[in-house]
């Protein structure tokens, strides 16, 4: 499967402002190295240095920053979302994010099918208490209500002991189950975003 013409890019949902460090940075990163491995095209925002309007249209007008964004999530065949764990859900800015996704419901390409069909989502979650299952399906039904196809295996994720302290950006090494649930994770979006490429879905039926 010929993966070299694809483009994946990372909406990173942490809280935390460039240049500080952050672990939801860190972890995009690695996945979009392990997704650079198989010759996918790969780049990213921290939407938190954005100003992106709360909203559900593709643009909120006033300054709003999200159309550009938009046009890079458009113009790749994957999309990676990654967020920390805050209270045990997603960061208010991966959910913002959902919310603005939410436009696309409504939008349709030239033949007729909704624009976000033939191209693929992954997730990674990071946070030091549970909740990576839950935030996972939580993302995981809206972007497939909004047409994107979820691969096998399509997140990876890392929580630290309850009550601790520990960042995921602070560990000597990232653990061996993360780093293989993310590799087979890039393997198979790589793999379903080509095969999506070769053989797209049909236009429902009215």
Request: hydrophobic fraction near 40%; glycine fraction near 6%.
């Amino acid at each position: 499967m010929d993966t070299s013409s694809l483009r994946a890019f990372a909406l990173v949902c942490t809280l935390t402002p460039s240049p500080d460090r952050s672990s939801s940075d860190l972890i995009a990163d690695q996945f979009l190295a392990e997704l650079a491995n198989h010759g996918v095209a790969t780049d990213k925002v921290r939407l938190v240095d954005h100003d992106v309007k709360p909203g559900v249209q593709t643009d909120m007008g006033d300054g709003d920053e999200w159309p550009a964004i938009r046009e890079q999530i458009l113009a790749a065949d994957i999309l990676l979302i990654s967020t920390p764990t805050w209270a045990g859900h997603m960061s208010s800015v991966a959910q913002r994010a959902i919310e603005r996704l939410d436009a696309e419901l409504s939008e349709t390409d030239a033949t007729g099918r909704p624009i976000l069909y033939d191209k693929v989502a992954l997730v990674a979650v990071v946070g030091n208490e549970d909740g990576a299952h839950k935030i996972s399906a939580d993302l995981f039904q809206a972007l497939n209500d909004y047409g994107y196809t979820i691969p096998a295996q399509g997140v990876s994720y890392w929580n630290g002991e309850a009550m601790h302290t520990t960042d995921y950006q602070d560990l000597d090494e990232t653990p061996e189950v993360t780093a293989s649930a993310m590799s087979a994770a890039a393997a198979n979006a790589a793999h379903l975003a080509a095969a999506l490429k070769i053989s797209s879905y049909p236009k429902p039926a009215s």
